[in-house]
């Protein structure tokens, strides 16, 4: 992806401001709003996918049959596929969490010996961006978790998504805002598909100083770039990919089972994209897992390797459906393969010795390091019952993996009188 020049960035950049500043208004109704306001705006959205079924699946069967007559992969359409199945689970998720508490606005630190309390406060940031990939259901769980944490919304999404997304935001999100008694312009959907918006998402400091970036590749890391070159900070989901190693302490039957279950969806981020086989596996459990594989339809790729060992297959448009295979000698190795050669979004160890996971799990320094358990379940709403805004892969200080509510907020330090009663 080429940045824009400024002339042809020009509306995008007109269109995206408008909306920050709509945002922007209706953003001190949600900072000063009671618990139990925010809470009924995430129980009427609940109630309103179900009353709005009709109209947004009707735009979702829309989007369906441009994207099939576009060409695109069936990995990408099961993605972009809403469903009553689906609106019944984004309903759930979102009665679930009006059901969380929310975390203490302030915490005391300290009473210092000079008299006074030190106390630390949660603030909303105020508008929070976020552009994402074509999945409907994630403007739902990106709305959620700004409501949830009293930020005001810029979303965006590419075009394949946009009638979805715009059914979702006439009928499910402004209504629920009203229903409420909240502004319904908190939440503002960017009706400008161009990449040119998602840039324009990241060159506004002054009115979305945060955005979150979803997606993968290279246009995320630019976007994330962008960002910073213009002083906004970035929540970026860039590099996917799940790792499956094979010890040979493993359990034949759930080492079957646990990449069985990372390969259930192809197109999803935290799938088992590479499969690491200790060398002292016996042949029998190899040919085992590829077998369990082929069956799925996967195609292997096998050693000697043409592309990096981390090569993220979901990427691939038209070869989803593979899975990369290398053997390790032991632990070490395969955590020492899963830092150097993936993202580190997440890595699984299948063994019956606990000498070998303790070793896989203090070397492998990803986000999720699992031990006989699934690379899939480092999802917000799986990990922490919970949707997520994105999940972030970063090596430094910040939010880290599943980004929710609770994470989207910022830290002031308070200093009031000891004997004055904190709030």
Known sequence: MQL???????????????????????????ATASDQA???????????????ATEVLAANAADIAAAEQSGMSQALIDRLRLGQARLDDMAGQLALLARIPFPARDQVLEDRPDGLRLIERRRP??????????????????ASQLVKSRNAGVLRTGSAALRSALALCDHVLAPAL?????????????????????????????????????????????????????????????DGGGVLYVDAAADPLLAVELLVAGLDRLGVCNRVN?????????????????????QRGIALSLPPHDHPLGYEWA?????????????VTGPGHAAQVANQE??????????HDEAAANEF????????????????????????????????????????????????????????????PSG
């Not at 940031?125 to 990106?142: K, Q, S, Y």
């Not at 990427?315 to 290398?326: I, K, N, P, Q």
């Open 4 to 30: 824009p020049t400024e002339s042809q960035s020009a509306s995008a950049a007109q269109v995206v401001a408008a909306c920050a500043r709509q945002a922007q208004r209706a953003a001190p109704t949600l």
């Open 38 to 52: 925010i809470d009924a705006v995430l129980d009427a959205m609940a109630q309103r996918l179900a009353g709005s």
């Open 125 to 142: 940031v105020g508008v929070v961006g976020a552009t994402f990939e074509a999945r409907p259901n994630v403007t739902v769980d990106v």
């Open 178 to 238: 009203a229903d409420a008694g909240l502004d319904p312009d908190a939440v503002q959907l960017v009706p400008d598909p161009r990449r040119d918006s998602a840039v324009a998402l990241v060159r506004h400091a002054e009115l979305i100083p945060l955005v979150i970036v979803r997606g993968s590749g290279e246009t995320t890391r630019m976007l994330a770039a962008e960002g910073a070159r213009h002083g906004v900070r970035v929540l970026a989901h860039a």
């Open 274 to 294: 590479l499969l690491l086989v200790a060398d002292s596996v016996p042949d029998r459990l190899y040919d085992a897992l590829l077998a369990a594989a082929s």
């Open 315 to 327: 990427l691939d448009t038209g070869r989803e459906a593979t899975l990369t295979v290398s053997r």
């Open 342 to 351: 993936t993202s580190g979004l997440a890595a699984t160890i299948v063994t």
């Open 361 to 420: 799990l203090d070397s492998y320094t990803g986000t999720g390091a699992f031990w006989n358990a699934s690379t899939r379940l480092l999802d917000g709403f799986k990990l922490r019952r919970v949707p997520e805004t994105g999940i972030n892969v970063d090596r430094v200080p910040g939010p880290r993996g599943p980004v929710t509510f609770a994470d989207l907020y910022l830290r002031q330090f308070v200093i009031i009188p000891a004997h004055w």
